[in-house]
C-alpha cells in the first residue's frame, strides 16, 4: 500500500527538521517547500533527513508585489504575511504532488498557525492539516526546544539553534523575529549577537547615509542612494534592505497580543504593530524590518504632504486598521479583504513626490519632501512672510463658528458649579 504524502513548510530550521524527520517516523511521505535563503542547504539537509522531495519556489517578487508594496501603501503594519504567499505555494505543490496532507512548523500557541490554516482551507478547501505541535503525541515527546534539540543531535540532523542560543528565529525577505528560550522573560536583554539582519546601532557606520525615494501612486518607484539609481520593485526593496541593515534601522522589543488570546514578546527588526485583537495571549517577540520601515517611514511623510485630509482620515480609521487586521487573523484570501484591496488605489492616486532622508546610527530622517503633481500645499498660503491669496481675518469667522457649543458647555459647567 502507497504512503500517503504531506506537504510541509519548510524553513530548514530546528523545528522542521525535526518534524520532518517526525513524519518520515509516522509512515508518511514527505514534500518540502523550501523557505531558507541557502536553498542549496535547505534542500540537501531536506533530503538528508529523508525527505522524498524538496521543492524550492522563488516567491520573492510575489512577496514584494502583492503583500509589502501594498502594505506601504496603506501604511499597514508588518506581521509575518509572507506565511500567505508561503501557504498558496504550498497548496500549488500539495496539488502537484498528490499531496493529502499539508504540514507547517508553527507552535500551537501563535498566531501563524491560524495565517496558515485558514488559507490553506480558503485555497484548497478538502485538505487535511498536520499540526504537529498541536498534536499531543508531538508536544509530549518534545516538550521544548532542549528536547527537540537533543532528538536533531541523535538524529543527526543539521541545525543551528544551539542550547547556548535557546530562542526561535524565523527568517524571511522582509523580517527576522526571534522569541521563545531567554526571551521568554520580558526583563532579559536580548544578547547583542542574536540580530541577524541588522547592525547594532552603537556599531554603526559613524556616517550618516542619505538616500532618495520616488512614489507613483503610494508605490515605491525609484530608490537612489548615491550615485546609485533602482527602479524594479524586488531589486529596490533589497537595497532598501542593504542599507538600513547598515546603519540598524528598523529594530524592535515588545510584548504582543497574540490572537490566540496569549501576550508574547518579539523582539523584531519591524517597522510597528497591529493593534489588538480578540482572543488574547501576551507572547514576547524581538523583531527586525528594515527595508519595509524604511520605504513605510517615507510613504507615511510624503502623504502628509500630498494626501487630502479627510481621505487620509478616513483610510488610516477603517481601511488601514481592516486591511491589517484580516492579514494579522490570516484572512487575506476572504471577500473582505479583496474589497479592501480594491478601495486603496483611490487613496493613492495623488501621492506622488519624492522623499529625501538620512539614516544613522539606528534611527532615520526625514530631510524633506516634494511633489510635482499635489496642490494641496500652498506656500504662499502657509507663509508667514505674506498675506496673498489668504485673508487673516477670516479665520475670525472660523473661531466664532467652532466656539459656539463649547462657550454652552463653559455655561452648563458654571452654572452647575463645575470645575472646568
Known amino acids: 500500500m502507497a504512503k500517503e504524502k504531506v506537504c510541509l513548510a519548510y524553513s530548514g530550521g530546528l523545528d522542521t527538521s525535526c518534524i520532518l524527520s517526525w513524519l518520515i517516523e509516522k509512515g508518511f511521505d514527505v514534500a518540502n517547500v523550501g523557505q531558507e535563503e541557502d536553498f542549496g542547504a535547505a534542500k540537501q539537509k531536506a533530503l538528508k533527513?529523508?525527505?522524498?522531495?524538496?521543492?524550492?519556489?522563488?516567491?520573492?517578487?510575489?512577496?514584494?508585489?502583492?503583500?509589502?508594496?501594498?502594505?506601504?501603501?496603506v501604511n499597514a503594519i508588518y506581521e509575518n504575511v509572507y506565511l500567505l504567499v508561503i501557504a498558496r505555494a504550498q497548496i500549488d505543490v500539495a496539488k502537484k504532488n498528490g499531496c493529502a496532507y499539508v504540514s507547517h512548523g508553527c507552535t500551537g500557541k501563535g498566531n501563524d498557525q491560524v495565517r496558515f490554516e485558514l488559507a490553506f482551507y480558503a485555497l484548497q478547501p478538502g485538505i487535511k492539516v498536520i499540526a504537529p505541535w498541536r498534536d499531543p503525541e508531538f508536544y509530549n515527546r518534545f516538550a521544548g526546544r532542549q528536547a527537540l534539540l537533543d532528538y536533531a543531535a541523535k538524529s543527526g540532523i543539521p541545525v543551528t539553534s544551539t542550547k547556548s542560543k535557546p530562542w526561535s528565529m524565523d527568517e524571511?525577505?522582509?523580517h527576522c523575529s526571534y522569541e521563545a528560550g531567554i526571551l521568554e522573560d520580558p526583563?532579559?536583554?536580548?544578547?547583542?549577537?542574536?540580530?541577524?539582519?541588522?547592525?547594532?546601532?552603537?556599531?554603526?557606520?559613524?556616517?550618516?547615509?542619505d538616500f532618495t525615494v520616488e512614489f507613483k501612486a503610494g508605490l515605491p518607484s525609484k530608490l537612489t542612494i548615491g550615485d546609485k539609481s533602482i527602479t524594479?520593485?524586488?531589486?529596490?526593496?533589497l537595497a532598501a534592505n542593504v542599507i538600513a541593515r547598515k546603519h540598524g534601522v528598523g529594530r524592535i522589543d515588545i510584548v504582543e497580543?497574540?490572537?490566540?488570546?496569549?501576550?508574547?514578546?518579539?523582539?523584531?527588526i519591524q517597522l510597528a504593530r497591529l493593534q489588538d485583537v480578540a482572543l488574547l495571549i501576551m507572547s514576547l517577540g524581538i523583531y527586525e524590518t528594515p527595508g519595509l520601515t524604511l520605504l513605510r517611514?517615507?510613504?507615511?511623510?510624503?502623504?502628509?504632504?500630498?494626501?487630502?485630509?479627510?481621505?487620509?482620515?478616513?483610510?488610516?480609521?477603517?481601511?488601514?486598521?481592516?486591511?491589517?487586521?484580516?492579514?494579522?487573523?490570516?484572512?487575506?484570501?476572504?471577500?473582505?479583504r479583496e474589497f479592501l484591496s480594491a478601495t486603496i488605489p483611490a487613496s493613492q492616486k495623488d501621492v506622488n513626490g519624492t522623499v529625501r532622508a538620512r539614516l544613522f546610527k539606528g534611527s532615520m530622517m526625514i530631510l524633506g519632501r516634494s511633489s510635482p503633481t499635489s496642490k494641496l500645499y500652498d506656500l504662499d498660503?502657509?507663509?508667514?512672510?505674506?498675506?496673498?491669496?489668504?485673508?487673516?481675518?477670516?479665520?475670525?469667522g472660523f473661531i466664532i463658528v467652532n466656539a459656539i457649543r463649547l462657550k454652552k458647555y463653559g455655561e452648563a459647567k458654571a452654572e452647575r458649579g463645575e470645575k472646568m
Open 49 to 73: 533527513v529523508g525527505a522524498l522531495e524538496c521543492i524550492v519556489s522563488d516567491l520573492r517578487e510575489e512577496f514584494v508585489s502583492e503583500l509589502c508594496y501594498p502594505a506601504i501603501q
Open 172 to 174: 524571511n525577505l522582509a
Open 187 to 209: 526583563d532579559t536583554t536580548p544578547p547583542a549577537d542574536m540580530f541577524k539582519l541588522t547592525q547594532d546601532p552603537l556599531k554603526a557606520p559613524d556616517q550618516p547615509e
Open 232 to 237: 524594479q520593485p524586488l531589486d529596490l526593496f
Open 257 to 268: 497580543n497574540r490572537f490566540i488570546g496569549l501576550k508574547s514578546r518579539g523582539v523584531s
Open 297 to 336: 517611514s517615507c510613504h507615511i511623510d510624503l502623504e502628509g504632504l500630498v494626501l487630502d485630509r479627510e481621505v487620509r482620515r478616513i483610510r488610516d480609521q477603517f481601511v488601514t486598521v481592516e486591511w491589517s487586521k484580516l492579514l494579522y487573523d490570516g484572512k487575506y484570501f476572504s471577500p473582505e
Open 381 to 396: 498660503e502657509s507663509s508667514m512672510d505674506t498675506v496673498e491669496n489668504f485673508s487673516p481675518e477670516s479665520t475670525g
